[in-house]
């Protein structure tokens, strides 16, 4: 194994690359294999400034000397990093011309999900009719924001618009020294999302990537950067409760939240990418880094996650608690089925006096699949009474799955303290049996029996995102008992 | 409304019931007796279509058709109530949702529109004043941290909102204190019709009291013993289930 990614090493990194690739920026798509010309390519693209380009290129340097990780819960056959297209032009004009030509079973769970019609189009790729004007509502929507100084654009624009602004941020809560993937995003992110709520506001609307037109298609190296200044406020949401089909394999997206002075930032995810059939074939690898900084004292930043999709689930949202009064929260749902692997959790590090992390996570396994917790508390010296509540429960289905946690706990002074509670239970038989009895059929007994364990995590999240979540929660288990 | 007819169900090979009969008609209610251990239990577990058991030989027929063809869900959504002996707890899920997801279930196999949470809470609230529920009951999860006495309640509660043609009583009786006793009896008194038929499992003639039966069963060893009117239960009472045993010996 080591000699194989050796030899790819020499083959990157010495002579000329063999194709005799050279950047033609007319080009929609960039070959194969990853090079510095395809950074020089994909920076050209983007008419990025020349830090962009200089930190893309220290980022892939340092990635050149990286081996993949291994330590997750996880398995996987060997990624041919120089087998992937690093980038490609976001497509023009639809997929599909009608319904019709989607996959059936996709419309089946959009029907189930409540999807209206519309959106079951656009989600899709199929020409949407002159009725919904999605770009209108975009510029309702932009215009509001705009009124409150709020910025919400692609990271491309930022890069254009506000240079300063993520010159200063990028890559300072998540540098690209932090791991493997870390480093590969940073080399090559296509796009993603840009926020900055200025001083003192309350940003008017939760913002959404589903309202961000152009969101589709920001491909499989996402980069989203969130700053919210001092008093400032915003809620998050990324993704969609609809199920994601995606050809590319491997994506690693790196978050960053910035929290300045008494700021505070909810960040909310619904993740359901293509998790394979059931032998495990196909489906998304999903390495994701998010963290955010509690910069200033008083700040606070909350992550919520459903994850339901995804072969290979590879995430920690963090918080680093710099600020003195600081607070963390992390609020977990992670569902596995079939063949699916998830190796999620969190890390609270504690810096600051008097901070606070609340930790919630909830594992959900069926069929094959593997559920772990993996979780890192840690108050420094400096962090005098630092706090953290830490519960961390397990819901088994069937006897063929796997839940697992691996809790970390670091404590360097004498006066913190640091709870951690964990269960793990199955549905049983009697709770089925008493909703079947009722005249629940045995899809909607385990939706209702799943729901209620999730409730803790999903009665944080906004209001019409947790509908969503709790039908996706019952779909993606169904078949999974009796 | 039911009928069992020459009824042998095992478990592992264990034979639990063996030749039971029993025909219970609209309006009646019918009280089943006996021993711990012998069977009554399994009885209304094999009716509401638990798969723990094997039925070996005989029938149940229940508004005519084949009950053994009938999964769970659609033997509950065509009138058939198992009031349960040990209600299990079903975190984060509050009694609102549960039932309104049950009655929805129903309300749509009976071909009706699915209620409305105001439509719902409407009926919820007359539920509970028939079935003297005034706390908040409704809005904890389903069983969670309940008494005794309060997951009984609940059964009842749950029997008044899904207005059961046929309901089971699986032992509601057992560890109830006097005032949640009458609580049981009263909702069972009032929910009865002339429509609705209902069968009281019980070890304790002390239930009977405030539940008047048509008829009560003694059952022992997996077998009706003996058959009466209401009277039966007193001479139960009385003599005691040693009665019965010696009854038994010489069938």
């Keep these: 194994m080591e000699e194989i990614s050796n030899g790819i090493l020499d083959e990157i990194t010495g002579s000329d690359y063999k194709y005799g690739f050279y950047t033609d920026i007319e080009m929609d798509q960039a070959p194969k294999g990853l090079t510095e010309d395809t950074i020089r390519f994909i920076s050209a693209k983007k008419n990025e400034p020349a830090f962009m380009l200089d930190y893309r290129l220290e980022a892939f340097r340092h990635w050149q000397t990286l081996k993949e990780p291994k330590w997750a819960h996880v398995n996987y056959p060997p990624i041919d990093y120089q087998n992937i297209i690093y980038y490609s032009a976001p497509k023009k004009g639809p997929k599909y011309q009608s319904l019709d030509e989607v996959d059936p079973e996709l419309l089946e769970t959009f029907e189930k999900l409540g999807i209206p019609l519309e959106e079951q189009k656009m989600l899709t790729g199929v020409a949407v009719d002159a009725v919904m004007d999605s770009v209108s509502v975009a510029t309702t929507f932009k215009e509001t924001l705009a009124a409150k100084g709020v910025i919400f654009c692609p990271i491309s624009e930022a890069l254009q618009t506000q240079p300063e602004l993520v010159r200063k941020y990028l890559g300072s809560v998540v540098p690209h020294t932090d791991n493997y993937f870390a480093a590969l995003n940073s080399a090559v992110f296509s796009d993603g999302s840009f926020v900055y709520i200025p001083a003192g506001v309350r940003c008017p609307m939760e913002l959404s990537t589903y309202f961000r037109i152009n969101a589709a298609n920001t491909g499989q190296f996402e980069r989203t950067l969130i700053i919210a200044e001092e008093d400032s406020y915003v809620s998050y949401m990324e993704g969609c409760t609809a199920p994601m089909r995606d050809e590319h394999q491997l994506h690693a997206a790196i978050v960053e939240i910035i929290a300045l002075r008494n700021a505070e930032v909810k960040y909310a995810t619904v993740q359901n990418w293509w998790p394979g059939d059931k032998q495990g074939r196909g489906g998304v690898y999903n390495f994701v880094t998010k963290r955010g900084i509690c910069k200033e004292d008083h700040a606070r930043i909350s992550w919520t996650q459903v994850e339901t999709g995804s072969a290979i689930t590879w995430k920690y949202p963090s918080v680093v608690l710099m600020g003195d009064h600081s607070v963390g929260e992390f609020y977990s749902v992670a569902v596995t089925n079939n063949k699916q692997q998830a190796d999620t959790g969190t890390k609270m590090i504690h810096l600051g006096k008097n901070t606070r992390s609340t930790i919630i996570s909830k594992g959900i396994s069926a069929g094959h699949s593997n559920n772990s917790y993996r979780g890192l508390v840690k108050a420094t010296r400096r962090a005098v009474n630092a706090r953290n509540f830490t519960q961390c429960d397990s819901l088994l289905l069937g006897d063929k799955c796997g839940a697992h946690t691996f809790p970390y706990i670091e404590v360097g002074n004498r006066s913190s303290v640091v709870e951690h509670e964990a269960t793990t239970s199955k549905i049983s038989d009697d709770q089925l049996f008493y909703c079947l009895q009722r005249g629940i059929d045995m899809e909607g007994a385990i939706g209702l029996i799943v729901n209620g364990y999730a409730r803790e995590v999903l009665n944080k999240l906004p209001m019409e995102f947790a509908v969503e979540a709790q039908k996706l929660l019952a779909i993606t288990l169904e078949g999974s008992v009796g | ?251």
Excluded at chain 2, 27 to 49: Q, R
């Design chain 2, 1 to 251: 409304m039911l009928n069992i007819k020459n009824l042998k169900v095992s478990i592992e090979g264990k034979v639990i019931l063996d030749k039971f009969n029993l025909e219970v008609k609209a309006g009646e209610i019918h009280a089943i007796m006996g021993p711990n251990g012998t069977g009554k239990s399994t009885l209304a577990a094999v009716i509401a279509g638990r798969d723990l058991y094997e039925v070996e030989e005989g029938e149940i027929t229940y508004l005519g058709q084949n009950l053994f063809d009938m999964p769970v869900e659609l033997r509950a959504r065509e009138g058939i109530f198992l009031g349960f002996q040990y209600p299990v707890e079903i975190p984060g899920v509050s009694i609102a949702n549960f039932m309104r997801t049950a009655m929805n279930e129903k309300r749509k196999h009976l071909g009706m529109e699915p209620l409305s949470g105001a439509e719902f809470l409407k009926i919820m609230e007359e539920k509970k004043k028939l079935v003297d529920i005034h706390d908040k009951l409704t809005n904890r999860s389903v069983n969670e941290g309940f008494s005794g006495g309060e997951k009984k309640r609940n059964e009842i509660f749950q029997m008044a909102l899904l207005e059961p043609r046929l309901a089971i009583l699986d032992e509601t009786d057992s560890g109830l204190d006097i005032d949640a006793l009458k609580v049981v009896a009263n909702g069972v008194n009032k929910l009865r019709r002339n429509d609705n038929a209902t069968i009281i499992i019980t070890h304790y003639q002390r239930l009977l009291e405030y539940i008047i039966p048509d008829y009560v069963h003694v059952l022992f060893n997996g077998r009706l013993v003996r058959s009466g009117g209401k009277e039966l239960a007193k001479d139960l009472e009385a003599k005691g289930y040693e009665w019965i045993k010696k009854d038994a010996a010489s069938i």
